[in-house]
């Protein structure tokens, strides 16, 4: 299932969960960056501290839209796809959690456009 997200709403809800009740929420980030190009970009933002870890491109051989970087993050989670839900901003990434079979939310923005 594909859920749309406004980019305001997901920013509330991401908030609330980090601060919430149902907080702890079990977060992690994929991206097709590598690890230094993912660095300096969020180095001086404050997400990085909530995430479990990030994969970046050298910890898969396939990227996005292959299912492989999900796949991967479900095994470092140990969590199945029933219980996981992928926030994404880009068509590529929508296609990866689709194809992976995980129910996927879409922040709208200028990627998807």
Known sequence: MTYAVHSKTW???????????????LQASGT?????????IHEKRQI?????????????????PHPEPYLTG???FGATKEETLVVEDSNRGLNSAVAAGIDCAIVHNDFIK
């Open 11 to 25: 920013r509330f809800t991401y908030e609330f969960h980090l601060s919430g009740p149902y907080a702890p929420l």
């Open 32 to 40: 097709t960056a590598k690890r230094a190009d993912f660095q300096l």
């Open 48 to 64: 990085r501290q909530f995430m479990e870890f990030v994969l970046v491109r050298e910890d898969y051989e396939r990227t996005k």
């Open 74 to 76: 479900l095994m470092r």
